[in-house]
């Protein structure tokens, strides 16, 4: 994920407002100007955006601040890309209408995983510094409001997880009706009945109003992305199917193959190396999920059969994949 610039929505005042905190007093905290939200929408960093939500911490002092957030938020203050998905029929449709355009708004791109259990929702931050924790948790939060807005339940997570959970509190908990659980990624999953519960703000017209404008700066943010990160991004998402072929990614990137390799020469590289580097970082984060086996391990990444993972995993690590899980080798995992 190259460094881009996202949107901070001036909804955000409101939402301060609303949780008792200063406005200004956190803009000085993380050094941005006092007079930020005074036009409109307004753009940060990945560091200014980190900076900012840390600033938030540090002003609020309150272990339970990502809970009170997601009690919090409303309509009012959801950007368009949010507000646009709330119009979505469920939670399901809305998930994936959000992992479409998350890169919009924060420095995160999102995997939506949905089968006949249970919808989960991984988030992937880019590489260099971690994510403030409030963040993370905030982001969580999140998922647990929209829900309960849209279809006017009380919506529960079955799970929730953090790379650096919090310690365990009876407000957060509560809000969750789960403790956050530490885990090797930031996730939350929802059961397949509660993702397909009806939302009653569905919009389909309020959607198409809005699709067209957001697929454009979707795309202006995509043509500012290496090549390299694109085929990564496609990778993410055709590999769980099966799909490794150069000519599959190049049609979804709608480029001719040769065209893509040409593009990523021009970077230094080439699909072989970019398929070989994203196959490996997944492996990694997978095979740190003990309750994934290897053999589904190797499906996820597209591989004919086991023993051709193996091989693979070898080649980049020295280890076999249970050498590798049962040694805890895996602490190079990073998001791809």
């Not at 938020?73 to 646009?84: M, Q, R």
Request: charged letters at 25%.
């Amino acid at each position: 994920m190259a460094p881009k610039q996202f949107t901070l929505d001036p909804g955000t005042r409101a939402l301060l407002h609303d949780l008792g905190i200063s406005t200004a007093r956190v803009l000085r905290r993380a050094q941005l100007p006092a007079g930020f939200f005074a036009h409109g929408p307004v753009t940060l960093t990945t560091e200014e955006y980190y900076r900012f939500w840390e600033a938030l911490d540090g002003e609020a002092a309150d272990p339970d601040l990502a809970a009170k957030i997601g009690r919090a938020l409303s309509v009012e203050v959801f950007n368009p890309p949010i507000f646009a998905a709330l119009c979505s029929a469920d939670l399901r449709t809305a998930a994936e209408r959000i992992a479409a355009f998350k890169p919009l708004i924060c420095p995160v791109n999102l995997d939506v995983a949905f089968d006949h259990a249970d919808l989960t929702i991984t988030f992937h931050w880019p590489e260099g510094p971690t994510p403030p924790p409030l963040l993370v948790a905030a982001e969580l939060a999140f998922w647990a409001a929209l829900a309960r807005i849209g279809t006017r339940r009380q919506v529960y997570p079955t799970r929730v997880a953090m790379r650096r959970a919090p310690e365990p509190s009876t407000e957060t908990t509560s809000y969750f009706g789960t403790p956050i659980r530490e885990a090797d990624t930031d996730a939350v999953t929802f059961s397949a009945e509660d993702a397909s519960l009806p939302f009653l703000t569905e919009d389909e017209s309020m959607w198409n109003f809005f699709a067209p404008e957001l697929r454009r700066r979707l795309s202006e943010l995509e043509a500012s992305a290496t090549t390299a990160e694109r085929v990564r991004a496609a990778l993410h998402e055709r590999l769980p199917a099966g799909e490794s072929s150069i000519n599959a990614i190049a049609s979804q990137l709608m480029l001719s193959p040769r065209t893509l390799q040409r593009q990523l020469q021009a970077e230094n590289t080439n699909y072989q190396a970019v398929l070989s580097d994203t196959r490996e970082k997944l492996a990694r984060r997978y095979l740190a999920d003990r309750s994934l086996p290897t053999s589904q391990v190797a499906y996820l990444l597209a591989y004919d059969d086991t023993n051709s993972f193996y091989r693979a995993f070898r080649r980049w690590t020295g280890l076999t994949p249970d050498a590798a899980r049962n040694g805890d080798n895996l602490t190079a995992a990073e998001p791809v």
